[in-house]
């Protein structure tokens, strides 16, 4: 029982995901095709579906998803305001911005590059006899310009109660300034939110002992209804995907970081382990915004002023895994479709794709609208999304693990660049190691 309570979080998390996998596709295969799964204890028959896949499962994970979701923007205006309000330079707000969104938006370009070539050079499409009869409609994705109106908000609590990280954003940042401007009363009110700030993170650290328990339900319902046979059909689409996406996760992110900063690739990938999980087993950025910050700031040693801003804004438009997702599907569905494109064509989608990933920030379903965009640019019909559909829900988790890992390696190098990054804290491996201690039962 002492063994169990010295596990590290990272430890109790894998053990959570790896027995809900294999409790989920057990399930799926001792009763496959059955509507309902029951198991006879003399009197009557255990519904099992119905009563733990369904109920307790999906209870136990919702309420897992629901607990992160709550902290999000508790988490981001209190944090951003205190990291704002502690600005002694105004500009360098601006110098926060350009350098994040630049980054952001460089490693999106990179993303969908190394996706369409790999994708070029399988050819996951060529010799498929999947049926191109299906259909899919798509949202219709909003403008740039009206993306850019919309980050202003009319109602600042409203966009806290709908979850617009984007107003968030622009009211916590114009509400840290105005602090910083006040005075004395500023200052009041700052310190305030210090000790907001110290409150909310204990309460994330009080609701990260829920993670194993909620990466376990979450885990065994998915795997009880993934079909494995779509996995199959669609296999070569699916490793190519799977594929660029670690390449650009273990790769790219190491090969970036090192040149921009000099920071140890394979530490920083080490002290990335629980944020991925976490943002692997929530299929959701901003769910995974909690965890993500305390990584950044607790454990990479990005400062709050500079992680504040980036992992937020991050999680918003940071959309790489998506644009891997469509570059490759793409070059798929041309080639399902026996549809030739140019180099001016694949050109056209990597730019489409990198600058969609800020004009369709904060809508649902945003991976596939950017896509339906990317297919019409380049005349490829958007029903073609309706094949590849089935199996994106595992290939989404993965995804927005690479996502996240982006987050923290803009938010390092905006850090180091800013001389608002501890290096002992990243070198250090105890700096995991506490903090996953407090989060022990």
Do not use: W
């Not at 911005?97 to 790999?118: E, H, P, R």
């Not at 996406?245 to 921009?260: E, P, R």
């Amino acid at each position: 029982m002492q063994k169990n309570n010295k596990m590290s979080l990272t430890t109790r998390i894998m053990l959570g995901m790896v027995f809900g996998i294999v409790l989920g596709l057990s399930l799926q295969a001792l009763f496959s095709g059955q509507a309902e799964y029951f198991i006879p204890l003399g009197l009557f028959d255990f519904p099992v579906k119905s009563f733990v896949v369904d109920g307790l499962f999906h209870v136990g994970g919702q309420i897992f998803i629901a607990s992160l979701k709550m902290l999000v923007v508790p988490l981001v205006f209190i944090s951003l305001v205190c990291g704002t309000c502690s600005l002694s330079d105004p500009k360098k707000l601006g110098r926060l911005g350009g350098k994040s969104i630049g980054l952001y938006l460089l490693t999106t370009a990179i993303a969908i590059t190394v996706a369409i070539t790999l994708a070029l050079i399988v050819a996951p499409g060529e010799g498929q006899t999947i049926p191109t009869n299906a259909s899919f409609e798509a949202q219709q994705a909003p403008t740039l310009a009206q993306v850019i109106i919309n980050m202003f908000p009319t109602n600042p609590i409203n966009a806290m109660a709908a979850g617009n990280m984007l107003q968030v954003i622009v009211f916590a940042l114009l509400f840290g300034i105005a602090m910083a401007l006040s005075g004395e009363p500023g200052k009041r009110v700052a310190k305030m939110f210090d000790d907001l700030n110290v409150v909310v993170l204990k309460l994330v650290t009080l609701l990260m002992n829920l993670a194993p328990y909620g990466v376990f339900c979450l885990m065994a319902k998915l795997f009880t209804t993934i079909e494995m046979g779509l996995i199959v059909s669609l296999g070569k689409y699916f490793c190519v995907v799977l594929a660029a996406l670690f390449i650009h996760a273990l790769v790219n992110y190491s090969i970036i970081l090192k040149i921009l900063t000099g920071l140890s690739p394979i530490t920083f990938l080490l002290k990335m382990k629980d944020a991925c999980m976490f943002a692997f087993s929530t299929s959701s950025s901003s769910a995974t915004m909690p965890v993500t910050l305390e990584t950044a700031t607790k454990k990479l040693g990005a400062h709050n002023s500079v992680a504040s801003f980036t992992v937020p804004l991050g999680a918003t438009i940071n959309m790489d895994g998506t644009a891997i997702m469509q570059g490759v599907a793409t070059v798929f569905i041309a080639q399902v479709f026996a549809i030739d494109l140019s180099i001016t064509d694949y050109l056209m989608v990597i730019l489409t794709a990198t600058l969609a990933s800020v004009g369709t920030a904060g809508v649902p379903g945003v991976g596939l609208i950017m896509l339906a965009m990317v297919l019409n640019q380049v005349g490829l019909p958007v029903e073609g999304i309706a094949i590849i559909i089935g199996v994106d829900r595992l290939l989404d988790m993965t995804r927005t693990a690479v996502n996240v890992t982006g987050d923290c390696m803009v938010t390092c190098i905006v850090a180091k660049s800013e001389k608002e990054f501890d290096l002992d804290v990243f070198n250090d491996p105890k700096a995991a190691k506490e903090l996953e201690e407090k989060t022990s039962l």
